[in-house]
């Protein structure tokens, strides 16, 4: 029987195989910063240094987020020269989804190939 975590990162291997720009990706715990499962395609990306700044980013975020009344934070986008960042909300905010895919992506493919594992990852998810 597959473990949690061995699920998540069969999740993550789907969702990387359907994503040819993706440099790597993984879900994160928000409150640790851990990276539970993920995927590295590109050598240089620095997957888990990656997962826990960013989930200082998203704990920020959530925070101002709640501040001014926003509700439950579902998404942060990040875009810069040749890289598009997305964290994508898991499980109440408890975790998130980070995808790095290349500027050359079309984000409305990669919000659509996310959709279809996000609702299994939560089933996983504790």
């Known amino acids: 029987m597959q473990s949690k975590v061995e699920k998540l990162q069969k999740l993550m291997e789907k969702l990387a195989d359907e ?3 993706m440099l790597g990706g993984g879900i994160t715990d928000n409150e640790t ?3 539970l499962a993920g995927v590295l395609r590109d050598p240089n990306f620095k997957i888990d240094e990656a997962g826990a700044f960013f989930t200082e980013a998203y704990q920020k975020s959530s925070k101002a987020v ?3 009344g926003g509700g439950l934070m ?3 986008l990040i875009t810069a020269d040749n890289q598009i960042h997305l964290m994508t909300t898991l499980k109440e905010g408890k975790y998130h989804l980070g995808i790095c895919v290349r500027s050359s992506a079309q984000l409305g493919m990669v919000r659509v190939i996310y959709k279809r594992y996000s609702d299994d990852m939560d089933k996983v998810l504790p």
């Open 19 to 21: 994503m040819p720009e």
């Open 33 to 35: 910063g851990m990276l």
């Open 66 to 68: 709640d501040i001014v």
């Open 74 to 76: 579902k998404e942060i």
